[in-house]
């Protein structure tokens, strides 16, 4: 079989099962079976796959069929022009989650030495970014899954910022050490009730404990606020991604615990994503 009637059964197969992005992801799982480019696909069309190949391409189709995130399948996700290992036991990195990496990059100087925590770090995606733009930074990422922790010390590896970066497996209930200069969270906040009315990618596969911000989908936010109120020196600054219609409540919370709201920042559709506030 050659490489475009491969691609073009594996796109066929995902666009019977209702897979909207077939023919990329067709392309995404046979580039990352062969570990070439995209481009090396179209280039070498007529190429041929091996045998053993092409049962692996149908079987990575098959679990895309059923709605698996293309990132879970293929074990990295591009964030920052990162690529970060994931897995089921972490949330996929968004681009939307971009914009808090952007705003920490914008506040903080090239030569700055500030110590910044991650609160629910996950992948270590956003901590890991900023260390690696800002190289005098140290920073600490906690989460309350061993299994994500497991997997941002590895991220921190394969992009050598192991030095500059300690992981804990932690609640943020039982974390009261040391003060920082900087707050970083991408905390859960969907409501509990709504996780279900999700797209099957997101709700039968990732981890509904980076989803869940309990009945009111605050339940996270007002708890990172609350304990970063405690572990954040004074003039420190928190940067804290919430959802979009949360804007109104989150500000109460932080004045509530001693904050004030620097601004609202919008995502890249235009929706407010993140919001930087200062402990006075
Ligand atoms: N900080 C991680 C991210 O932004 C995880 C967030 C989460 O699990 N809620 O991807």
Wanted: glycine letters at 4%.
């Amino acid at each position: 079989m050659k490489y475009h009637e491969i691609l073009n059964q594996g796109s066929k197969i995902l666009k019977l099962n209702k897979i909207k992005s077939y023919s990329l992801d067709s392309e995404i799982l046979l580039s990352s079976l062969l570990n070439v480019d995209r481009s090396q696909l179209i280039i070498n069309h007529n190429k041929i796959v091996k045998n053993n190949e092409k049962k692996i391409f149908f079987f990575l189709i098959n679990r895309r069929k059923k709605n698996e995130p293309i990132s879970y399948i293929t074990g990295y996700k591009e964030f920052w022009n990162n690529n970060f290992k994931v897995d089921k036991n972490v949330l996929i990195p968004r681009p939307d989650t971009e914009t808090i990496v952007e705003q920490v990059l914008s506040y903080l100087r090239p030569q700055s030495t500030k110590k910044i925590l991650d609160i629910g770090t996950g992948s270590g995606c956003i901590i890991i970014s900023i260390l690696k733009e800002r190289k005098k930074c140290k920073g600490v990422g906690i989460d309350i899954s061993k299994n994500a922790i497991k997997l941002a010390k590895y991220n921190a590896k394969i992009q050598h910022i192991k030095n500059r970066i300690n992981f804990f497996h932690s609640d943020i209930d039982n974390f009261l050490t040391d003060k920082y200069d900087l707050i970083i969270s991408n905390p859960p906040y969907i409501k509990q009730h709504e996780i279900n009315g999700l797209e099957k990618d997101i709700k039968n596969y990732e981890p509904r404990v980076a989803l869940n911000g309990g009945i009111d989908g605050y339940s996270k936010i007002r708890l990172t606020i609350k304990k970063s109120s405690a572990l954040i020196k004074k003039n420190g600054k928190l940067f804290l991604e919430i959802g979009s219609n949360q804007v109104m409540e989150t500000l109460k919370i932080l004045k509530f615990n001693g904050f004030f709201v620097n601004k609202i920042v919008k995502d890249l559709a235009n929706k407010n994503r993140c919001v930087v506030s200062t402990k006075i």
